[in-house]
């Protein structure tokens, strides 16, 4: 069965630090999604980033990055110069992709704090 | 481009009533999922559907939870009767296709159920 694991339950820096969200995966299949969402405090889920399992190269956007190491089983996301705006609950999310059926499954989320 | 439209975006009912939420995809959007988001959790599958079939509803307690997408568009996803641990919020998603596309989410619709 497929698992995702946010074992940061709450971060906060002050704005520009950098801070890094972890996410650890478990499935038995060999071709996945792996997927990062931002929910702010409005409560509307913002799609961030999709990577399938065969993609390792790292990814940069803007000041977000994100580093998968499939060694690990991790797809970790990093803010780089944090800002108020990025305060929000980050989730991330796994497909199997199996038969058509692509449902995410979602860790429990990381709220991240960016104090001015 | 219009987002994906749900409602009504609250709701409080008794429990042992029963209840209707409603969702619009996005335009041309084959797929379309709902998700219960109980609170301090990530969401949680309930049911996808591709065009007018069922793909998953594997996590969907058929007992009282049911959905159907008529015509391949709209979706409604219906408790009947409620109770306590449904209270939560409900989101609607969709994707152009299966194949792990990115979901775009509506903004939920969240019950409270007393």
């Known amino acids: 069965a497929q698992k995702v694991t946010q074992a940061q339950t709450e971060i906060s820096v002050v704005e520009k630090e950098d801070v890094t969200l972890d996410c650890v995966y478990e499935t038995r299949d060999t071709t996945y999604y792996l997927f990062w969402y931002k929910q702010p405090p409005s409560g509307e889920l913002v799609f961030l980033i999709r990577?399938?399992?065969?993609?390792?190269q790292n990814e940069i956007s803007g000041r977000y990055s994100w580093n998968f190491q499939k060694s690990t089983s991790s797809f970790n996301f990093t803010i780089t110069a944090s800002q108020v705006v990025d305060s929000a609950v980050y989730f991330c999310a796994l497909s199997e992709e199996l038969r058509g059926a692509d449902g995410l499954t979602f860790g429990k989320g990381t709220h991240l704090i960016i104090q001015p | 481009e219009a987002g994906v439209a749900q409602s009504p975006r609250y709701k409080i009912i008794e429990k042992r009533q029963s209840v209707a939420f409603w969702c619009n995809p996005i335009s041309g959007h084959a797929t379309l999922y709902w998700y219960q988001q109980i609170l301090g959790q990530g969401p949680k599958l309930l049911i996808q559907f591709q065009n007018n079939g069922v793909v998953d509803d594997s996590q969907l307690p058929k007992d009282r939870f049911s959905a159907e997408r008529l015509k391949g568009v709209d979706s409604t996803l219906k408790i009947q009767p409620a109770k306590l641990e449904d209270s939560a919020v409900y989101l609607c998603?969709?994707?152009?296709?299966?194949?792990?596309?990115?979901?775009?989410f509506g903004p939920g619709t969240r019950l409270t159920v007393t």
């Open positions: 998603a969709s994707s152009r296709d299966t194949r792990a596309y990115e979901q775009y």
């Open positions: 990577r399938n399992s065969f993609d390792e």
